[in-house]
């Protein structure tokens, strides 16, 4: 089964062409004067004194978890462990994160003025062979949480129910064709936010917690998050990867989904499945293409417009902002006429941003900035784009030059944030 692949996980880096199509979309101007910091293990992080931004933003470099402020100043948050995926809660108090081992991870968190760090989630397990079945391992990742406008609930994705009965079949409806397949795709989980709580169970979070279905082998979801400042807590967007109904391409999109739509309603069968075969509440806000991948959405600050990722060529990506669609499609989400209509917002999407490797937008807290992830000199730095909005035609658009607030790298499989 031949799989089509992300161009940002290639190895092949055409830096020039990347260039090109900067010059054409305003990206360029000063380079700036870089204040520097020593990270340690000959690394160094520079923050470039011309930007102007407000907040904080959280980000990660060599596993480690550092913020600038809007004084540029750069202060580093851990020594230790494997940390990713920093996600600040909305009263600015905690720091929920990623610790990642060799073959497991846990959610974690910390308060946002350091101290000890503190298990949500604990992925540590044993590997089984298990013969002449195949063999199961009890160890868990988990990745990328994101936090709800008022911060009681944490989503994350897990491969919690791979030992589930889901695993018990592939292809068909429940009860057909076993083959005693481990579920391994990574869905959407929840859990609530209380500090005084110990560890939370893996098994009471994969039977009573699950909020966003996955197809069987293509990959799961990812890039989970809330919809902020709605007045209600009733949706999320996500990336989410299947194959066509042919088997041999991915069609990878953009859904939005009420999260509790499963929890709230257990007379209706929600289950994972072969491609074309599960049935979700989710609902694709980006059209299936075969050649076209959407990835990595994030909401504005008001809710109102959704910044992604595009595939715009095998060389290219984009970082696009459409508006965001209908909020009654996540009641009805497998209704043909819905499915349509929850479609058209796409067709409003403007490109802001061109390069061979662009990826991971996030919005200011004030919506007139976006920073994202861009690949120059050989490495990932944060970019910063100021933002116009056009409101005759619900549009953003780049104001000025696109500028590079770091030097020095930083993890680009890390979801930075950015807060108040």
Known sequence: MKKRYIPWSTLCLLVLLAFSLQSCLGIGGSSGNFNTKNTGNGSVIGVNNQVLFKGHIYFTQNRHLFVIDGSRNITQLTTTGDVRDPAVSPDGKWIAFINRFYDYSNLDYMSTSGGPWHILMNGFGFFHPNPPYAPQATQRWFAQPSWSPDGKTIIFLSDLQKLYYWANYQYGDLGQDFDQSPFLDMQVFSIPFKPSEPTFSNDVVMTNNLVALASYGDGGDRDPSFRPNTGNLNQIIYTHYTYDSSRTQQLIQIFMEDPYAIRNN??????????????????????????????????????????????????????????????????????????????????????????????????????????YLFYANNQFNIWIANL?????????SVKGSLVPLTSGGVDADSRPDWTA
Not at 268 to 296: C, K, L, M, R, V
């Open 266 to 371: 257990p007379q209706i069968h929600y289950h994972p499945g072969d491609p074309g075969q599960e049935f979700s509440p989710g609902i694709a806000i980006t059209a299936p293409s075969t050649t076209t991948a959407n990835i990595e959405p994030a909401f504005s600050p008001d809710g109102k417009h959704i910044a992604y990722i595009r595939e715009i060529s095998s060389t290219q990506m984009g970082l696009y902002v459409m508006p965001t669609p209908p909020s009654n499609i996540t009641a009805n989400p497998n209704n043909p006429t819905v499915e349509n209509e929850a479609l058209q917002a796409y067709k409003q999407s403007k490109l802001l941003v061109a390069g061979e490797f662009v990826s991971q937008p996030v919005w200011s807290p004030d919506g007139t900035q976006i920073s």
């Open 388 to 396: 116009s909005y056009n409101a005759k035609t619900d549009s953003y």
